[in-house]
Nanobody, 121 residues
């Protein structure tokens, strides 16, 4: 089955940087968009950034100029470069992919298991 596996979270001081990676594997025919969402304790999951197969990107206002999303289509992998991190960026970060498997003719949302990012002040 399709799996999204994230890596790269951890603990960092305010002002520091982290790089998240997410690799999609399984019977994938096509990936439309890949992206990252964050969920802080007691809050809803929110979009951080997403990128289309053609490279178009969209960012939440709170991360513009600090985070950069990129994608390796050949590897079905999406990255999130996070810099100038702030304590308010602390959250579980989830990878998302809208993709079509080899056995279906429609696109479906898939999620990773999440990776914790903690920014200390």
């Amino acid at each position: 089955q399709v799996q999204l596996v994230e890596s790269g979270g951890g603990l960092v001081q305010a002002g520091g940087s982290l790089r998240l990676s997410c690799a999609a594997s399984g019977p994938i025919a096509s990936i439309r968009t890949m992206g990252w969402y964050q969920q802080a304790p007691g809050k809803q999951r929110e979009l951080v950034a997403h990128i289309t197969s053609g490279g178009s990107t969209n960012y939440a206002d709170s991360v513009k100029g600090r985070f950069t999303i990129s994608r390796d289509n050949a590897r079905n992998t999406v990255y999130l470069e996070m810099s100038s991190l702030k304590p308010k960026d602390t959250a579980v970060y989830y990878c998302n992919a809208v993709l079509r498997t080899t056995t279906k003719n429609f696109y479906t949302n898939y999620w990773g298991q999440g990776t914790q990012v903690t920014v200390s002040s």
